[in-house]
């Protein structure tokens, strides 16, 4: 991203936590993205707000994509598809293990004062200290 401002930063965060507390407001349910999509396997009965949701969060970002040209991300060509999709499944399968994600846990669950979700985020971030420090500076991959 090339227009980085911190206007930009607060904007995002205040969209996200809007959305978040839009839904807690309304329907009762936490903002975890793994917990609304996994849900949507098991979850008979609520699966039309679950689509919903996930669709809004791919329609913002069609929408920003288009009507904001210079806030458009570079594609990530560096990395083989393989990588990218066995980096995915270890992220869902992390998700499911650690009962949630950085969504659920760092925005809903810290605005709520869980120690619970403390617990998750902080280890959520010092794994991806650690991650980010042996990729880069150990193995020397680029990103």
Do not use: K, Y
Not at 76 to 95: I, K, N, S
Request: aromatic content about 8%; hydrophobic content about 50%; glycine content about 18%.
């Amino acid at each position: 991203m090339t227009d980085f401002t911190p206007w930009t930063a607060l904007a995002g965060g205040l969209l996200i936590g809007g959305g978040a507390t839009g839904l807690l407001a309304t329907t009762g349910r936490i903002a975890g993205i793994s917990g609304i999509f996994f849900g949507l396997a098991r979850a008979r009965g609520d699966r039309l707000w679950r689509l919903l949701f996930l669709a809004g969060m791919v329609a913002g970002a069609g929408v920003l994509f288009h009507q904001a040209p210079t806030l458009q991300f570079a594609p990530r060509t560096e990395f083989p598809l393989v990588t990218l999709v066995v980096a995915g499944l270890l992220v869902g399968f992390g998700t499911r293990l650690g009962n949630g994600c950085t969504s659920g846990h760092g925005v809903c669950g810290l605005g709520r004062r869980s120690v619970r979700s403390l617990a998750a985020t902080l280890v959520f971030m010092l794994t991806g200290v650690v991650t980010t420090v042996v990729t880069r500076h150990w193995l020397g991959v680029a990103g």
